[in-house]
């Protein structure tokens, strides 16, 4: 288990997830923090990406003269393309997620359980927009669920619980979580702290409901 001396910023987080994509993997970005990853993905790692509106081969967020406002992804975040980028059917996109052709997806979450459930999409709150998309799908149909999200709510409670209180996107499904202050591997045995940023393995097993592991020193799975 390796320790930073400072928390991680959005981007640093994305750069982190980003390593740790395997190469030549086929993955999708959810919409919000997720996105941020397809910036920091390097050449060589040959990852082909895939969003649930229609593509596959996306690159980096598009900017300035870039920009097409054709070429967006499902968040609506103008894109780049990659050679050989492909474009089908919604339908067809879906088959992918649902398919289990995907290696990888990161998405956003409002709670994950240790035992790796998933909440991404109500909070239950009265004037709360529901809005689950594909994300049921790419839970379900991933290899991996990577989820980057804040560690705390605004009132310092864990989002990384026991069970979940929200409705449920998706059971057992999440294998990865990535804070700004810790990276959490969700395996069989509980939830593994790989490193942490700006904290300590002891600060945060004080501020969490959940029993905590430590990763092995070489943890960097």
Known sequence: MSNSTEKLGKNDL???????????????????QPTLVSNYLRPEQNVTLHTE??????????????VDPD??????IPVTELPGAAYFHHADSFAIM???HLDVCVLGA??????GDLANWH???PDAIPAVGGAMDLATGAKDVYVMMSLFTKDGLSKLVKECSYPLTGVGCV????????????????????ETFGTTFEDLAAKMDIPLIRAAADGRQ
Not at 14 to 20: E, F, G, P, S, T
Not at 71 to 76: D, R
Not at 110 to 115: D, I, L, R
């Open 14 to 32: 994305a750069a982190l997830v980003a390593a740790d994509i395997a190469p030549g993997s086929f993955v999708n970005l959810g919409i919000g």
């Open 53 to 66: 509106n229609g593509m596959l081969g996306m690159g980096p967020e598009a900017t300035g003269d870039e």
């Open 110 to 115: 409002f709670q994950v359980s240790a035992s």
């Open 175 to 194: 294998t990865r979580v990535y804070t700004s202050e810790a990276v959490f591997l969700l395996k069989e045995d509980g939830v593994h702290v790989r």
């Open 71 to 76: 070429l967006i992804n499902a968040g609506k």
């Open 123 to 125: 909070t239950g709150a």
């Open 98 to 100: 649902r398919g289990g």
